[in-house]
């Protein structure tokens, strides 16, 4: 089983609408959470962490379930440039340094 | 200016050469990474130094080595470079408990 797993989509959604995703993690131990942001061809960028207590940032909203073992991201309003690929990051038990990235989740926005 | 800065940032070489791909951050951080993005997108740890301290060792062939003159550069050395070796390889750095931002990434292509 993948330490984080994601569904891989595409997520095709028309502009203007919600959309979520989820994540689910393996290792109950696992201390921090994160949404990172991919575009093509570039580096992956913090999106936003994700708190026990759940956070927002404008139109995104991240959830963490510790009973169940998964992180949620919901997306409101999308716009065409919220098209990418979203990356569900845990780190280990073993070292708050070691990011284990999921494969990510591909969000298509059409007009 | 560039936080973390990686070079070069394609690279195309043969089998059985060595290659080598350099990383800097002026971000002040005391943690530096080595992460590899395989062609299914999968991003995965090989190497973090922390003050010029190797930290975490992933599974990785000794092929790779890789080398931290001080603590704003890490670099990454490969040996008898091979076709599986072909991969996106993103430099990246932190604080403790900070997230990590990442560099540009090094697209190498063994043919």
């Known amino acids: 089983r993948k330490e984080v797993e994601q569904d891989p989509g595409p997520f095709n959604v028309p502009e203007g609408a919600t959309v979520a995703f989820n994540c689910t993690y393996s290792?109950?131990?696992?201390?921090?959470f994160f949404w990172y942001r991919q575009d093509c061809r570039k580096e992956p960028k913090l999106l936003m962490s994700?708190?026990?207590s759940g956070n927002e940032d404008g139109r995104f909203t991240a959830q963490l379930n510790r009973a169940s073992q998964y992180i949620s991201l919901l997306i409101r309003d999308s716009k065409l440039s919220d098209s990418a690929t979203y990356l569900c990051?845990?780190?280990?038990?073993?070292?708050?340094?070691?990011?284990?990235f999921g494969s990510g989740t591909r969000l298509l926005v059409r007009p | 200016d560039t936080a973390v800065s990686q070079t070069p940032k394609y690279l195309v070489t043969q089998m059985g050469n060595d290659k080598s791909i350099k990383c800097e951050q002026n971000?002040?951080?005391?943690?530096m990474y080595w992460y590899k993005q395989d062609s299914k997108k999968f991003l995965k740890i090989m190497f973090s130094?922390?003050?010029?301290?190797?930290?975490i060792n992933e599974t990785v062939p000794n092929r790779f080595s890789p080398k931290s003159p001080d603590k704003a550069h890490l670099n990454l050395h490969i040996n008898s470079l091979e076709l599986g070796d072909s991969a996106v390889y993103f430099c990246?750095?932190?604080?403790?408990?900070?997230?990590?931002?990442f560099g540009e990434g090094s697209r190498l292509t063994v043919l």
């Open positions: 971000l002040g951080h005391d943690t």
């Open positions: 990051v845990v780190t280990s038990r073993e070292s708050s340094y070691k990011l284990i």
């Open positions: 990246a750095s932190s604080l403790p408990g900070a997230p990590t931002s």
């Open positions: 130094y922390n003050n010029k301290e190797l930290i």
């Open positions: 994700v708190y026990s």
């Open positions: 290792n109950s131990a696992s201390q921090s």
